[in-house]
């Protein structure tokens, strides 16, 4: 791991060159799993898949570079436009291992109805697009170019239309009888990626765009006038309030951006499969075959609405006043175990409680802590294998009470614990969806913790269980 250095010069030369290394292991990464899933060995694709270790390790590093330059070193002599994209291109990175992962899962699924040429094409051409993607990604760091946005956006044109051709051959072929209705959905489930690749590429066209044209010269002017009215030398700690200032409005625009955008597509995929389901049941008159196609259609509806509701609960705790009351915690427990008990059960997912003293009391809102507790067990359950046990405990802290809900189940990454109480952010996206997860379960759980002063905590490692612990304060220490 290279060590930044505390010329400015220097910081940002490291800064470039950790980057481009990282886009290179994505895109040898991505080459890695495609070879792997075209020979059939889906499990070599999966290791290779969970292997981002040294990734994870040189992302972390581009992250603290950039904070450095920005915030230790004079602002007005930072190259603004190379640190920001450099910081949102190493996310576009991070976040292309999700790509990869779907990849590999949807084509695990379709080991059992031996993929045919078609589909191997298929993946060996989303790889090339995903790492030309890359690649493009790192070309805005080496030549800090506007118009990079422009050849992504034509990449994503050519995506939009491999997904509408893709798309319409499978349902034309589906309705001639050419594919069976669950080999239908299988292989429109692989090409909605073309449509999410689409979708990133624009992304990091957006981004492109957002610095060079959007908050960028605002700052630089700001600068400028500055620097006429106090002479040559302005103090950087002012130069940092003016980029605090402007970018605050941007942040609040991104972030409804993001949320919407986050919204459409986890909605996307489960109308996708529920019209896909329709359309299979319609041509089909064997008896066993639609019972099962409706079975499916029922689960992606049920997933919409759950999803919906999920969206709900988050807008009510961000918009309604909590009310408090004295409340016995193991009550709060008992009620929250029954809600996800058949649901363990039907797991073979055991919960046990240690030390639940009854008179261990706090101010809040029932039904949300019940909630809260709710979904911390459900995410326990859904992460953990039959056979495996959840532990509940309570115990009394400096100033309240402390919950915690523990797990032998997959565990998460370092790298991805700062980021599992995001919306929508999930460690294993396929897992989750097969296990009919919104992602947005441990939202939840934050609000309710800081609705109550409280707040949530999260110990965890890989193959060794997680560990939630919601800290609230003890009754009547909380202003209402």
């Given at each position: 791991m290279t060590t930044i250095p505390t010329g400015l010069t220097e910081r940002l030369a490291v800064i470039e060159q950790d980057l481009l290394a990282m886009v290179e292991m994505v895109v040898e990464r991505v080459g890695l799993v495609t070879s792997a899933l075209l020979e059939g060995d889906?499990?070599?694709?999966?290791?290779?898949?969970?292997?981002?270790?040294?990734?994870?390790?040189?992302?972390?590093?581009?992250?603290?570079?950039?904070?450095?330059?920005?915030?230790?070193?004079?602002?007005l002599q930072v190259d603004l436009r190379f640190v920001v994209a450099a910081m949102h291109i190493n996310m576009d990175v991070e976040r292309s291992g999700d790509l990869v992962s779907n990849i590999a899962k949807a084509v695990g699924r379709l080991q059992g109805s031996r993929p045919d040429d078609q589909m191997r094409d298929l993946v060996a051409r989303m790889s090339a697009q995903a790492q030309l993607l890359m690649r493009r990604a790192?070309?805005?760091?080496?030549?800090?170019?506007?118009?990079?946005?422009?050849?992504?956006?034509?990449?994503?044109?050519?995506?939009?239309?491999?997904?509408?051709?893709?798309?319409?051959?499978?349902?034309?072929?589906?309705?001639?009888?050419?594919l069976d209705p669950q080999q239908s959905l299988q292989l429109a489930l692989v090409g909605r990626f073309y449509e999410r690749i689409g979708d990133h590429a624009e992304n990091?066209?957006?981004?492109?765009?957002?610095?060079?044209?959007?908050?960028?010269?605002?700052?630089?002017?700001?600068?400028?006038?500055?620097?006429?009215?106090?002479?040559?030398?302005?103090?950087?700690?002012?130069?940092?309030?003016?980029?605090?200032?402007?970018?605050?409005?941007?942040?609040?625009?991104?972030?409804?951006?993001?949320?919407?955008?986050?919204?459409?597509?986890?909605?996307?995929?489960?109308?996708?499969?529920?019209?896909?389901?329709?359309?299979?049941?319609?041509?089909?008159?064997?008896?066993?075959?639609?019972?099962?196609?409706?079975?499916?259609?029922?689960?992606?509806?049920?997933?919409?609405?759950?999803?919906?509701?999920?969206?709900?609960?988050?807008t009510r705790l961000e918009e309604t006043e909590t009310s408090f009351d004295v409340l016995d915690l193991d009550l709060i427990v008992h009620a929250a175990i029954e809600k996800v008990r058949s649901f363990a059960d039907g797991n073979g997912v055991e919960i046990s409680t240690v030390g639940l003293p009854a008179e261990l009391s706090v101010s809040g809102d029932r039904r949300q802590l019940v909630r809260a507790l709710t979904n911390l067990l459900d995410n326990a359950v859904r992460y953990s294998d039959p056979e495996q046990l959840i532990v509940v405990s309570v115990e009394a802290i400096e100033d309240g009470a402390s919950i915690t809900v523990k797990d032998d189940g997959v565990g998460i990454p370092r790298a991805e614990l700062e980021r599992v109480f995001e919306r929508f952010y999930r460690v294993d996206r396929a897992r989750s969806r097969d296990s009919g997860g919104t992602g947005l379960g441990l939202a939840i759980v934050r609000h309710v913790a800081q609705n109550h002063g409280g707040k949530v905590l999260v110990e965890s490692k890989p193959d060794e269980g997680s560990s939630f612990s919601m800290h609230l304060p003890a009754a009547g220490t909380v202003n209402p």
């Open positions: 889906v499990a070599t694709a999966d290791q290779l898949v969970d292997a981002d270790d040294d990734i994870d390790l040189l992302s972390y590093q581009v992250e603290e570079g950039c904070i450095a330059a920005l915030v230790r070193e004079q602002p790192a070309e805005s760091l080496r030549t800090r170019d506007s118009t990079l946005a422009e050849s992504i956006d034509e990449l994503d044109d050519v995506l939009d239309d491999l997904h509408y051709y893709y798309t319409q051959h499978v349902i034309s072929d589906a309705r001639r009888g050419g990091v066209g957006e981004r492109v765009r957002y610095i060079v044209d959007g908050w960028l010269p605002e700052i630089q002017a700001a600068q400028r006038a500055r620097t006429r009215s106090e002479g040559p030398e302005p103090r950087p700690t002012r130069g940092l309030a003016v980029i605090d200032s402007i970018a605050e409005s941007r942040r609040v625009d991104a972030i409804r951006r993001d949320f919407v955008a986050n919204v459409s597509h986890e909605l996307k995929t489960p109308v996708g499969a529920i019209s896909l389901l329709a359309e299979a049941l319609e041509g089909d008159q064997d008896v066993e075959d639609r019972k099962r196609l409706t079975e499916m259609l029922r689960r992606e509806a049920t997933r919409v609405g759950d999803i919906i509701d999920d969206l709900l609960e988050l």
